[in-house]
């Protein structure tokens, strides 16, 4: 199941084709590189978009990553707990 988080969190993203792809991300003193990103999507708040990837670690962890374009920041929303 996944547990809800909001921690801020550094990201090196990629950007392809117009789009950003997270590739590794900093969170709690550790580094984790992003070796599938299972889903992306958006979500409105007002004139600005926030950004949603669903990602894949190379030792397999699951992971929600979020862009506020409000903010222009990154957290970590939630992750696979077992």
Do not use: C
């Not at 921690?7 to 599938?36: C, D, T």
């Amino acid at each position: 199941m996944y547990q809800e988080m909001d921690e801020p969190i550094e990201v090196v993203a990629l950007f392809e084709q117009h789009k950003m792809k997270p590739v590794r991300f900093r969170w709690n003193g550790r580094v984790y590189k992003v070796s599938e990103i299972t889903g992306d999507w958006k979500t409105d708040i007002g004139a600005y978009k926030v950004h949603h990837y669903a990602v894949v670690d190379t030792a397999s962890n699951f992971f929600q990553l979020t862009f506020d374009e409000r903010q222009t920041g990154w957290v970590i929303s939630k992750i696979w707990v077992e």
